[in-house]
Each structure stands twice: as structure tokens, then as C-alpha cells.
């Protein structure tokens, strides 16, 4: 443990090495005397899922796992809780779930939203409390259990039994370069999936996970460089897999090299919001021009607060909304300036940034898309082109890119010496970037795993082995 703490993170990727991982491995039990009473949990930062057993017959094969319906026919969910701070039972911390918890935070109500829960695993936020409104608090780990908790429940609902072990996904660095924050991390969630009630816990890497469903149709030893690409990063691993390995519980040396940058799907839509859509609301527009004076750019905080999710509420305040009724005189086109209070009296920024994403989803197929700003005002429309698109996500792809090719030279490989790129993560719905990911490894096969459900399928089929047999 010393020397490993003493060696940086390059060095753990060049030997092949990985910071100290404290977890047991549990030793499987014969098939014939295992019940199914086990799931494997993706806790993701942006979204979770749920894999149990599959029943036997009507499409439920001996030994297959399936993902659990967690929200109407939704096989993943938010990972999100909405503590409320209104109405009663309030003692009782009352809450809500996965998208009914964004719904209620972007319709206003009163109460604080979690989101981004695993990011603290590992920081010394996991034991303090933080304010949910009315007076109360709760610690952050009491919020990661109730998440898992309600993951549970929903998966023992469907099940119809109860599920005592669980294999938790877990990134190959919860906190890099640090060994000791990392295995606490892992110890931290380990801890709230034991206050749920699980009672055999193990533990696998993401893209070791999300790389199964290839390995499973290979017949020889490949590197894959996993791209993992959701709302918040983009993550990197290089994994060596193989028929010769796919049955080995153990997998943490087949992880060569693990590398990302915190740009990914709520970035595009940003950039895509500040240059199509808010230049209609002033967005990079001058003021009147006056005696003596050249016309000032028009104050441009509250644009990027209103592209930016978790800010969007703290521009609808009296005191804010006050003061930018008082700026009318600083917008040489009062239209815009008119526009813009609109959104903010309105509570329409959460809608301008869906739309920014559904422009941003919809161009990726070619051609140019109108942007409908009619709950704005009548008639008014934006056009986004895909040239014009491009041009806005050329910086934030570059560096995706440049990420993955670093995490290649990490490995000790070339481009050309990586087999196949496996996309996973709903930023990899965005052609224009896998396109680019596909033109830096061209003797790579390119794989299209489920967007958004690839490492709870990879976590199933792990569990399946670990405690099924």
C-alpha cells in the first residue's frame, strides 16, 4: 500500500498497476445452491439502472438478467432527489425520485435537488449535512442510501423477492491520484449499500462492464478503448479483453489506462443555447450608442446563467428579476431586452435549454433545424445548421478527442494498435462526435453499445457470475 501510494497515476497506467482496491472478492457459491436473490446497480452520475435475474420463460432465458422498468417503461432513471421543504410530513423528509425530482425543481417548488450524489463520494462531504429547506438537513450519505433504496425497492417490486447482494459499478478512479480518497470512496458507497439492507457487495469497474457485451462475441484478445460519454464527462478507459479473460472474476489488470475531461452533454447544449437561441434575447448585443461613449456590450451573466441547468432558478429571484428590469435602457433593441423578461417572469429557461438539446439532437442528422420560440413570442423562431452547429462544438469535441488519444498513450498504444472504440453514455447519440472519435482510431471498429443502459448490462452479466454460478 505504501508503494503504491507513492507511485503517480501515470506510472499505475504504464505498469498496469491500479491504486489500492480494498474490496473482498466473494467466492461463488455451486449454481445449484444459489438463489436469485442478487442485482447489480449502476450508480451513475447523471442516470442509474437496475439489473436482476430474468424469470424463466415468455422471453426470460435460464441465467439471463434484465433491466428493471424504473420509471413507466424508462430503464434508467435521473439520478436525482428532490427533498421538499412544503406541505406536510415535513419531519418525515418527504421526497421524490428520478424525473419527478427534476419536474418539481424546474416547476419551482419549494426544496433543495440533489444531483451529481457520487461526486462526493470520497470527499469529506460524505459525513457532513447540508440544508434541504424548512429548517432540516440530512448528510450526504443518508441521501446516496435513499437513492439506492428507492433502486432497491423498485427492483425487488419487479423481482418479487427480496435481493440481499448487489454488484455496485464503480469508475477505475473515483478520485485520481489518490489512493486513500479512492478506496474511501468505494468504502462510502460500499457502507450505504449495507444501510439498504444489502448483505454481499462487490464491486466492478465501469468500463470493464460496459466492455462485456463485445467481449462476449470475440474470439480473440483485443484492446478496446471505452468511451463513455454522458451529460457531465467524457470518460476514457483502455480494456484488454478476450475469451481467455472473460470469465475472470478479478478484471482491474485488464484496465490499461483511464483518462477524461468534465465536458459532455449539458456543454453542447450550452454552447448551442448561447449561439442560436439567446442572441434573440440579447446575448452578445451593444447598448444604444451615447455622446462621447462607444455602444457596451450588453451584461452577459445572466445569459450563462440561464444556459447553465443548475443556475437557470437562481435567475428567476425578485431581487434579480428587479434588477434586470432596471438595465431596459442598456439594450439599443428593446425587443430583446423584452424577450428576456419574458423568460424570467415566465420560468421559461428550463424550456429554452430542452429546446437547445432537441436542436442540438436533431441537427446531428444533417440539414437545419428551427427552433419554435413561440411561448416567447409569436412567431419568433431560431435556425441552427449544421455547419453553424459544428462550428459551436468544434472546441468542446477537440478536446474530447485529444482525451482519447491521450488515454491510448497512457496505455502504451498507438491509435492503430486499438481494436475497436465501444460508445457508450446519450452524448454518443451526437454523430459529429463519434464521427471525430471514429477519424482518431481509423483501424478501429467502431461498436454502439445502449446509450444509456450498457454498464447495467455489463454489471448484470458480472453479477450473474459472481453469485449465480
Known sequence: MKLLAAIGRNQYLSRGLHPYDPRPMPTPAPASSVPDDFCAIDFGTSNSAIAVPAAGGAGGAPGAMELVQLEGEALTMPTAVFYLAEG????NLPRLYGRAAVASYVEGNEGRLMRSMKSVLGSSLMDQHTDI???RSVSFADVIASYLRHLLRSAEAHAGRELKRVVLGRPVYFVDGDPVRDAQAQAALQAAARAVGFTDIGFQYEPIAAAFHYEAGIDSEQHVLVADIGGGTSDFSLVRVGPARRERLDRRDDVLAS??????GTDFDRRVELGAILPLLGFGAYGPERPGQPAR???SKVYFDLATWHLINTVYRPQRVLELRGMKGDYADADQHRRLMKVLTDHLGHDLAGRAEQAKIAVAAGGEVAIDLGLVERGLQATLT???AAALLRDDLGRIVTAALETAAMAGLQPAQVDALYFTGGSTGLKGLTDA???????ARPVYGERLASVATG?????RRLFGG
Open 386 to 388: 449544421e455547419p453553424q
Open 133 to 135: 429547506g424548512a429548517g
Open 259 to 264: 483518462h477524461g475531461v468534465h465536458i459532455a
Open 459 to 463: 454489471l448484470g452479466l458480472y453479477a
Open 297 to 299: 456590450e450588453v451584461p
Open 437 to 443: 472519435l471514429a477519424a482518431a482510431f481509423p483501424t
Open 88 to 91: 406536510p410530513d415535513l419531519p
